[in-house]
């Protein structure tokens, strides 16, 4: 049964960084699966703040130039360096593995809440 744990989070000033960190386990074929932060507030959908598909990496246009994800196969692991954080990005994140191969396996993290406030 696959399961990803996530670390990092918490409280920041606007400015400030933090780095999120997410870890597989009992992925099969880690490399093959499309991996996501995203995030969501109350009240709204959850949004995709980036994602790494076969050796590219996109992002939403919120993050673009202050947000770089990251990803170790040999590690079954990724991370979202956050810079220049905004009150806006508060959100609780989230990572995501999905792999579709004929059906399909898609795992969410435990979720991790980001504060930015002065």
């Known amino acids: 049964q696959g399961r990803l744990v996530q670390y990092g989070g918490g409280l920041v000033q606007p400015g400030g960084s933090l780095r999120l960190s997410c870890r597989a386990s009992?992925?099969?074929?880690?490399?093959?699966?499309?991996m996501s932060w995203y995030r969501q507030v109350p009240g709204k959908e959850r949004e995709m703040v980036a994602r790494s598909i076969d050796g590219a990496t996109t992002y939403a246009d919120s993050v673009k130039g202050r947000f770089t994800m990251s990803r170790s196969n040999s590690e079954e692991a990724v991370y979202l360096q956050m810079d220049h954080l905004k009150p806006d990005d508060t959100a609780v994140y989230y990572c995501n593995a999905l792999r579709r191969r004929g059906r399909e396996w898609n795992y969410w993290g435990q979720g991790t809440q980001v504060t930015v406030s002065s």
């Open positions: 009992g992925l099969t074929f880690f490399s093959e699966y499309t």
